[in-house]
């Protein structure tokens, strides 16, 4: 972010990276290249800037090797996929979209590949069958679900593109989650890992809002972090040019805002993982599993964010370096990204 300067944000938590980022992050190249996901010299070298292997090993760093590949392979089948409908020859067209959504849901839900498919569909199919492997009907079906919000969330966005239509902040709050993709990432892990939980408790109001305060977070934060390059692309789907568009500010007080809103969520979920009543020692341990798996998912999100090469800010904010490991160091990661403490 040259132009514009970039807050820190609060987070307050402490995380690792998982000691299989190198290899994960290597073996998700390699997933790329086999499913055709990678087609020229220029997109390997903005697969590997991106380190979308980096990505899972903050997000899930105690999770094991078959479970962060598998989340590995998925975020990075869902962020190219996002990229592509960003696409000039879809990013205003929802109905070329919609038909390429039915086609995918329809593979998850079993429908075998028929001839010659896409790399998308291939790659798509690759990962239902990995998890089937440890998902059951049910915990499947709640895996489509995420993914077909997903989608529906990217048609929104097209939609949104093809009549230039103005969006209300409550509507982008709503659909951001979904747009986010992070629903689907959290139940890929909870199905590999085996949290377990009851039907009754994931749908318990404060885990679920245990849930949403951190995906909210999550989702600011990516608008923050993402504006610099969103402002080029001329794309109107981010919290803070909302914000602007709706009150007629200036771009930094619509900035302070989202600051102030991110933050918030942030203590909204501490106040809520202090609020979960006790369900019985085995009930507990899985959702303090899950309360650790979001807490990873806001701090490895910006950990990750510092790192790759996606958003620039490895080289333009200096915020981590590489040593003689490959494993990055944090160096300016508070300072310059997130704070531990609310002013």
Known sequence: MSEIDLPTLYCPFQSTVSSHAATVDQRT?????????ITSD??????????????AAYLAPNVSLE???LLSDWNTWAIMWDDVCDRPHLRAQPTHLARYHAHFLTLLRGDTLVGIESPFADALWNIRQRLLRYANTVQLRQFITHVAEFFSGCVWEATNRAKQCC???????RMRRFTSGMYTALKVVEIADQIALPRTIWRYPTVTRLRERAT?????ANDI?????????????????????????????????AVTLHDGEVQAFLT?????????????????RYAALLRSFMYGNLAWSALSGRYGLAQEDQAYALGESHAPTPLRTHERLMRTTQH
Not at 42 to 55: D, H, P
Not at 167 to 173: E, G, L, S
């Open 167 to 173: 969006i209300d902040v409550a509507t982008y709050i």
């Open 272 to 288: 809520a993982e202090q609020a979960i009543p006790s369900f019985g020692a085995r009930i507990d341990h899985h959702i303090d």
């Open 216 to 220: 909210n977070a999550v989702c600011w």
């Open 29 to 37: 190249m390699d997933w790329g290249r086999a499913f055709g996901l």
């Open 42 to 55: 220029a997109s390997a070298q903005r697969f590997q800037s991106a380190r979308f292997g980096w990505l």
């Open 225 to 257: 972090i993402s504006l610099h390059q969103e402002i080029q692309r001329g794309d109107m789907h981010n919290l803070i040019i909302i914000l602007q568009q709706t009150h007629h500010g200036a771009l930094t007080s619509s900035i302070a805002q």
């Open 67 to 69: 479970t962060l590949q």
